[in-house]
């Protein structure tokens, strides 16, 4: 299938080509020396480009036909020049021969091609490499202004490459003359009103209250092909570096044709001779160079769309500007709330959402924005942009968040579902971990950010408590894990500690997880208490007071619980220290042991929880043993008489090594399974037995020094 796409593309390029050169060939010969008409040529060439696109030599080759003397009828240069799609960026050497055919003269091409050009790179101005060769040949286009054949589109273009330092004294007074002379051209006014932006108190109103070209993208169809083009060629490549909005660039949403309804551009009025604007910064070291001289726009709250003015602010932050932006979102906020026509919140909140995303700050008028916004809003449209921004609220006072924002959140997504719960717990996941990078950048203990984490965790303990009861799902667990891995590596990492309590899972969570059949579930629950573990051990080295007995207790009873089942063959017991018997009410216990015995099954309640009996471990156990016996076998197919048959116990092993059967301890047994559960990436089970009883860790570290 590949190979097949890949001779499809090739064959269009050859075809692609040998139009070009058949057009090209036909350019140096009269309609008379030809023999035959060249226009069937020129409209495959325009089909060829329209559906594949120009390569780079391809478009060369077009662009010096375009811009040299041909014999080439108008028509078929005018159809050719339209069809014109580059899959790439556009060079400067082809910028520098479309400028340099403009003019009057004998070798130059007609003013109507003139005039396609400039309109062609109008429509690629977004793709041009370089876009300063533009800048560069600033003069050359401006004094062609005099051409009124292609003055329409000499305005366009210059109004796109148009900055602070083109706008001089003597083109504002050619300007303002050439506007009187051709009667308020619509175009040479709305060229005039943008050099009015950067010179407000120079340029008079009169000379901009006629009626002004709007610059408005040529063909905005064309530009949706040619992304489609380019968007294409750079699957095919397997470049998909698509050309990204430019950081150091104020954005120009309306070059795209998709202008913001909610949001101004970035536009300066105030600025001063000695100033800069953010309209002049082109690169990283322009806006590095002019940083301290740099001028605040007009409306500030185009920080929400423009990645430059974001950068502007978080480095070099101003009371007034954040003021100013916040008294807008306010307003925006009221006209929502009172029902305004044209209000779109969808196009409000994805700015929130960009914005919160590219700054990782969440100013304190969003709280105030969704304060309000909660009331109305309900609990379905834009619920993700909503979710995601709301995870990157700041560290506040849990009640006072709770109380504005998070109650009001669950009483509008909470629909008596688990789906609605789910929604909800991946928020609260999503916001603990912003969270934790936000702690892990403090530089001392604050008793505030304490009592916040764990005033979080212990509210979503009760949500998923009651989440696993009511969708008992492995999805559901998995995403309950996925809160309290999050938990985990605050307790488990010794900086974050320092900024955090211990918040353990609630009893019945972690044994109603415990039980669950899935061995991933089981393996992601021991790993989770394995590093709250070494949490509560690097915690008790500090200070002792902050937690009191029972609670180690409680935990220390998870540990106990757990080996006893899995390991010890204990289950359900209660008269170890610290153990609780999983819960389990004492009359359940006997009764359940009661029917086990009536089984006649030659075990005891107490072991069917074990490695060998357990619903969740018991097929990983019996195939690492399995595969022992085939290692075996391999070795010597003669040297087993006998092979395991049903779960293995200690008695088995004892019986397969007198008759002829593997060979191996008790011990040796259940370490060979928690290797295999680690090999088969579910290391947890071994890490909580390794970690909890101190024999199994020197069992395993006698069996690897022997192994060595």
């Known amino acids: 299938m590949a190979e097949h796409q890949e001779y499809t593309e090739l ?3 050859i075809d692609i080509r040998e139009t070009i050169s058949d057009v090209v060939q036909a350019s140096r010969l009269t309609a008379k020396q030809r023999g035959s008409n060249v226009k069937p040529t020129v409209e495959r060439l325009a089909s060829l480009s329209y559906s594949h696109g120009l390569h780079p030599e391809d478009l060369s080759q077009l662009v010096d036909l375009l811009t040299t003397p ?3 009828d108008q028509a078929s240069l005018g159809v050719i020049v339209n069809h014109i799609f580059p899959t790439t960026t556009v060079s400067d050497d082809i910028v520098v021969k479309v400028v340099g055919c403009l003019g009057h003269g004998k070798l130059k091409p007609s003013l109507g091609i003139q005039g396609a050009l400039l309109k062609w790179l109008i429509k690629v101005y977004h793709i041009i490499h370089n876009q300063t060769i533009l800048s560069r040949a600033y003069s050359v286009l401006f004094n062609l202004l005099d051409t009124a054949a292609i003055r329409k589109q000499l305005c366009h273009l210059l109004a796109l490459v148009t900055r602070r330092r083109h706008v001089r004294p003597f083109r504002i007074q050619g300007l303002l003359s050439l506007s009187r002379k051709t009667g308020n051209d619509p175009a040479v006014t709305g060229l005039l009103r943008v050099f009015k932006d950067y010179y407000p108190e120079i340029i008079a109103g009169e000379a901009t209250r006629a009626k002004a070209a709007s610059f408005k993208h040529p063909d905005p169809q064309w530009r949706e092909r040619l992304d489609e083009i380019q968007q294409a060629h750079a699957a095919r490549t397997a470049n998909r570096n698509k050309r990204p909005l430019d950081a150091f660039r104020v954005a120009r949403s309306g070059l795209s044709g998709k202008r913001s309804t909610v949001l101004p551009e970035v536009h ?7 100033s800069i604007t953010l309209e002049e910064i082109e690169n990283v070291d322009g806006f590095v160079n002019n940083f301290e001289r740099v001028e605040l726009p007009n409306q500030l709250i185009a920080v929400l769309g423009d990645p430059l003015l974001q950068k502007l602010l978080l480095l070099k932050p101003q009371a007034e500007a954040h003021q100013r932006a916040s008294n807008w979102l306010a307003s925006y906020g009221q006209d929502l709330m009172s029902g305004e026509p044209g209000i779109n919140p969808g196009e409000c909140l994805e700015m929130l959402k960009n914005y919160v995303m590219s700054t990782k700050t969440f100013p304190h008028i969003f709280l105030t924005f ?7 809003w309900n609990g379905n449209d834009w619920k993700g942009l909503i979710l995601t921004i709301l995870s990157y609220m700041p560290l506040l006072d849990f009640q006072e968040l709770f109380g504005r924002i998070l109650q009001p959140l669950e009483a509008r997504i909470l629909d008596d579902t688990a789906a609605s719960q789910l929604e909800l717990l991946e928020f609260y996941t999503a916001l603990l971990q912003r969270w934790t990078i936000s702690l892990a950048s403090l530089e001392q203990r604050s008793d505030q950010t304490s009592s916040i984490v764990a005033d979080l965790v212990t509210h979503v303990n009760d949500l998923c408590l009651t989440l696993i009861q009511t969708s008992p799902t492995a999805a559901t667990h998995s995403k309950t894990l996925d809160f309290y891995e999050q938990t985990a590596t605050l307790a488990s990492n010794p900086e974050l500690l320092a900024h955090t309590r211990i918040t353990i899972p609630p009893s019945p969570l972690v044994y109603i997880l415990h039980f669950s059949l899935s061995p991933t579930t089981l393996s992601r629950l021991c790993a989770i208490l394995t590093k709250y573990k070494a949490g509560f051990q690097k915690a008790m080295e500090t200070s002792r007071s902050e937690y009191t007995q029972e609670y180690i207790n409680v935990f220390n009873g998870f540990l106990m619980d757990i080996c006893n089942c899995i390991w010890r063959s204990r289950a359900l017991n209660t008269n170890d220290v610290n153990s609780h018997g999983c819960l389990v009410a004492r009359s359940l216990v006997e009764d359940l042991a009661s029917y086990i015995n009536s089984l006649d099954m030659g075990v005891p309640l107490t072991t069917l929880f074990s490695l060998s009996y357990s619903p969740a471990l018991c097929l990983s156990a019996i195939t690492c043993f399995r595969e022992l016996e085939e290692k075996e076998l391999e070795r010597d197919p003669s ?11 200690r008695a088995s092993l004892n019986s397969l090594a007198n008759n002829g059967g593997l060979r191996m301890g008790w011990d040796d047994y259940r370490l060979g399974v928690l290797s295999y559960l680690e090999r088969k990436g579910m290391p947890g089970v071994g890490e909580l037995m390794y ?17 060595g």
């Open 639 to 649: 040297i087993l008489i006998n092979r395991q048959t049903g779960p293995v116990t």
């Open 70 to 72: 041909t014999f080439l």
């Open 268 to 274: 300066t009025m105030n600025a001063t001779e000695n």
């Open 691 to 707: 970690n909890t009883m101190t024999n199994v860790m020197k069992r395993r570290s006698m069996m690897m020094t022997g192994a």
């Open 370 to 376: 969704f304060g309000e916004y909660l009331k109305i």
């Open 11 to 13: 064959q269009d390029s």
